[in-house]
T-cell receptor, first 109, second 112 residues
Framework: SQQGEEDPQALSIQEGENATMNCSYKTSINNLQWYRQNSGRGLVHLILIRSNEREKHSGRLRVTLDTSKKSSSLLITASRAADTASYFCATDLGNDMRFGAGTRLTVKP | NAGVMQNPRHLVRRRGQEARLRCSPMKGHSHVYWYRQLPEEGLKFMVYLQKENIIDESGMPKERFSAEFPKEGPSILRIQQVVRGDSAAYFC??????????FGSGTRLTVV
């Protein structure tokens, strides 16, 4: 069954603005990962945050994890048109990964 | 390192035929995962395999679907007697376990 639930389902912003996507999950996890998928392509791993970490940065990406609330957020700062894609959170349960339905981000030039 | 290789990229099958999807994991990765993605939806876990072992097949339909990861060669996802509802993108991922997965580009199956 699905584990992660992303919010919002779709997000449209102007280039240069920040984009925030949220993910909630239900069970204990080893780590949580964020992926990007361009239309018709495979997933690209963006960032992994372990269950004992609270925040992680990678370039223009900032991920937070709140295990008490079973939630994570992905912030993309200074967005670009090339950031237009679907973003998925995935929870690592130990034996396998579970993905949410994704947030479809559109960045308008 | 060529990454995770899936083939074919596109596969068209008539109802009732068999579909065989192949996945070669990254060099050094012994864990393979198969996911299915329906249009406008997220990935759904199907099966997790290690060499010659099925670890978790809780996401696999009980009938017509099977997967293997032999000692030599790629992992195979096999769908027998395909139906229109099997049309989807099938993604394979490999991992050295505990780290971020590397995904292939997927096989897009169309059943006509």
């Amino acid at each position: 069954s699905q584990q992660g639930e992303e919010d919002p389902q779709a997000l449209s912003i102007q280039e240069g603005e920040n984009a925030t996507m949220n993910c909630s999950y239900k069970t204990s996890i080893n780590n949580l990962q964020w992926y990007r998928q361009n239309s018709g392509r495979g997933l690209v791993h963006l960032i992994l945050i372990r269950s004992n970490e609270r925040e992680k940065h990678s370039g223009r990406l900032r991920v937070t994890l709140d295990t008490s609330k079973k939630s994570s957020s992905l912030l993309i700062t200074a967005s670009r048109a090339a950031d237009t894609a679907s973003y998925f959170c995935a929870t690592d349960l130990g034996n396998d990964m579970r993905f949410g339905a994704g947030t479809r981000l559109t960045v308008k030039p | 390192n060529a990454g995770v290789m899936q083939n074919p990229r596109h596969l068209v099958r008539r109802r009732g035929q068999e579909a065989r999807l192949r996945c070669s994991p990254m060099k050094g990765h012994s864990h393979v995962y198969w996911y299915r993605q329906l249009p406008e939806e997220g990935l759904k876990f199907m099966v997790y395999l290690q060499k010659e072992n099925i670890i978790d097949e809780s996401g696999m339909p009980k009938e017509r679907f099977s997967a293997e990861f032999p000692k030599e060669g790629p992992s195979i996802l096999r769908i027998q007697q395909v139906v229109r509802g099997d049309s989807a993108a099938y993604f394979c991922a490999s991992s050295p376990y505990g780290e971020g997965y590397t995904f292939g580009s997927g096989t897009r199956l169309t059943v006509v």
